[in-house]
């Protein structure tokens, strides 16, 4: 199956800070990465879906501004959270996509986000 | 809409017990539904997948899904729980007309505990 590579694992960041998170996918290349975030006790919510050589989508509500998302390579998608704040502590989980026969999604082993 | 339900926000089973996590669903046609768990701080991992034929699907660490039409249900069961059962499990379904690899909508999450 696919692997996909997510750095770092665990961040803590002063209010104020950016945090870039990297999600790679090591043996195939992505040419969409969808971004995650899922807060304590709940569900993943899709926040963007990036796209290699063209700028990502926003799924309603997420401030584009403030979650910037590059796409730069087809096994490279990085997510920076600007000028975090408190609110934005969270579980952040990148997914290449899916094996086109069953759907089935991938997913990177997600970064945790604590901002102080 | 469609949508994925999880009734239980936790199960707790003792080892060695049959288990069942509950997922009902409503999403218009025959759905593709999955099953997904997720241990602390960790990404998801893939566990079943229903998309055709035998309405008892078996999948990873033995567990296994009874999709039930009539009822809109897809169900995972263990007939033995194990202490390392104990995690996050999401219900995920997929419409079937739909393409990309964004479409997937997730229950709100059970969690399984299961007492030695």
């Known amino acids: 199956g696919a692997v996909v590579s997510q750095h770092p694992s665990w961040v803590i960041c002063k209010s104020g800070t950016s945090v870039k998170i990297e999600c790679r996918s090591l043996d195939f290349q992505a040419t969409t990465m969808f971004w995650y975030r899922q807060f304590p006790k709940q569900s993943l919510m899709l926040m963007a879906t990036s796209n290699e050589g063209s700028k990502a989508t926003y799924e309603q509500g997420v401030e584009k501004d403030k979650f910037l998302i590059n796409h730069a390579s087809l096994t490279l998608s990085t997510l920076t959270v600007t000028s975090a704040h408190p609110e934005d502590s969270s579980f952040y989980i990148c997914?290449?996509?899916?094996?086109?026969?069953?759907?089935?999604?991938?997913f990177g082993e997600g970064s945790r986000l604590t901002v102080l | 809409a469609q949508s994925v339900a999880q009734p239980e926000d936790q199960v707790n089973v003792a080892e060695g017990n049959p288990l069942t996590v509950k997922c009902t669903y409503s999403?218009?046609?025959?759905?593709?539904l999955f099953w997904y768990v997720q241990y602390p701080n960790r990404g998801l991992q893939f566990l079943l997948k229903y998309i055709t034929g035998d309405n008892l699907v078996k999948g990873s660490y033995g567990f296994e899904a009874e999709f039930n039409k009539s009822q809109t249900s897809f169900h995972l069961k263990k007939p033995s729980a194990l202490v390392s059962d104990s995690a996050l499990y999401f219900c995920?379904?997929?419409?079937?007309?739909?393409?990309?690899?964004?479409?997937?909508?997730f229950g709100t999450g059970t969690r399984l505990t299961v007492i030695p």
């Open positions: 999403v218009s046609g025959n759905p593709y």
């Open positions: 995920a379904v997929r419409p079937p007309d739909q393409t990309g690899a964004n479409n997937l909508f």
């Open positions: 997914s290449p996509g899916t094996r086109l026969s069953t759907g089935e999604l991938f």
